[in-house]
């Protein structure tokens, strides 16, 4: 595909992730949980917890950062918390999707195994 093609598309995943982690910011306003504010914002950086894994090797980091990075999961959660009436596990799905969603708003997007800073976006870090 062309690089201008291609430029358009990331803008416009990019532009998504920026309109998803506003509408789990606005779910989770509503959902009035009573989660502090200080617990929520740890909860909604909970995620990136993840990139651990790549201590066993890219691979495996790749798949274990991409599992819980994924849209969704975080839906997943929201939905069942939703369905089973329990607002703390729909709100922390919230956040989950959320925090997607603004890894995506940066360009942080899915992992390659091949290298942390290869992903679905392009690369990040020092060797953009």
Not at 21 to 43: H, P, R
Not at 82 to 107: C, I, K, M, N, T
Not at 108 to 126: C, D, M, N, V
């Amino acid at each position: 595909m062309e690089k201008a093609i291609l430029d358009v598309l990331v803008l416009w995943q990019r532009a998504e992730g920026a309109l998803v982690f506003a509408a789990a910011m606005v779910l989770f306003w509503q959902l009035g949980d009573g989660l502090a504010w200080w617990s929520a914002i740890l909860l909604f950086f909970a995620p990136d917890l993840s990139f651990a894994a790549y201590g066993l090797g890219p691979r495996f980091g790749a798949a274990a950062y991409n599992l819980v990075h994924i849209y969704g999961l975080g839906l997943c959660v929201l939905a069942g918390g939703l369905a089973l009436s329990l607002p703390l596990v729909a709100g922390l799905g919230a956040l989950w999707l959320g925090h997607a969603g603004f890894d995506r708003a940066l360009g942080y997007g899915l992992k390659s195994p091949e290298s942390f800073s290869l992903t679905h976006l392009g690369r990040i870090g020092k060797h953009r």
